[in-house]
């Protein structure tokens, strides 16, 4: 059984950091490429990263230089650290397997002052 599960959300002030893990059980993510998405309520889901098989890896540009995606493939855990949070960035963060079905059911991060 597919299961994707995050943890790691919470509420952090303006200028802080946060990391978000996503824990897999049901498939090897080495063999997949993995996703990082987020929403906001009332918005559709928005891409924030990707991390492909090679680790090659990509960033949405509201993100590009605070957040970082990895992966540990021997934990099966796809991780995002988020750094320099602004309140823009409150939503809740999702992971996904590709461009799947495979969802998990998210945390939430709350950045206010």
């Known amino acids: 059984q597919v299961q994707l599960v995050e943890s790691g959300g919470g509420l952090v002030q303006p200028g802080e950091s946060l990391k978000l893990s996503c824990l897999v059980s049901?498939?090897?993510?080495?063999?997949?490429?993995m996703k990082w998405y987020r929403q906001v309520s009332g918005n559709e889901r928005e891409f924030v990263a990707h991390?492909?098989?090679?680790?090659?890896?990509n960033y949405a540009d509201s993100v590009k230089g605070r957040f970082t995606i990895s992966r540990d493939n021997a934990k099966n855990t796809v991780f995002l650290q988020m750094n320099n949070l602004e309140p823009e960035d409150t939503a809740v963060y999702y992971c996904?397997?590709?461009?799947?079905?495979?969802w998990g059911q998210g945390t939430q991060v709350t950045v206010s002052s």
């Open positions: 996904r397997r590709g461009l799947s079905d495979y």
């Open positions: 991390v492909g098989v090679r680790d090659d890896s």
């Open positions: 049901g498939f090897p993510i080495r063999l997949y490429n």
